[in-house]
């Protein structure tokens, strides 16, 4: 696939942490993928789990919808598997 100039232009005025967020979004997105795909399951059944539209659920998987952590945990719920795992590192006194 050809890469577009003016999107690779745009891209070097991207922050850092911005880049960062996409990229965790992603990663999200993939984890339900892989839990669907899995179980068998399409987004349309996890919609109907969730009690949302599946063209919101569509809009969620595109990867830049901004998840929080009540939606991760619906999803947790709903999919009875893990989405994120939050490490914690041991304070030392």
Known sequence: MKRSRIID???KHVSAETRERVAL????????H???????LRQKDLAMM???????ISKWMRGTHNFTI???VAIEESLQ??????FHEMETA
């Open 50 to 56: 969730l009690g949302k539209s599946e063209a919101e």
């Open 34 to 40: 892989e839990i669907l795909v899995a179980r068998g």
């Open 25 to 32: 979004s992603f990663q999200i997105v993939d984890r339900i």
């Open 81 to 86: 598997a893990p989405i994120l795992q939050v």
């Open 9 to 11: 232009e745009r891209r």
């Open 70 to 72: 009540d939606t991760i």
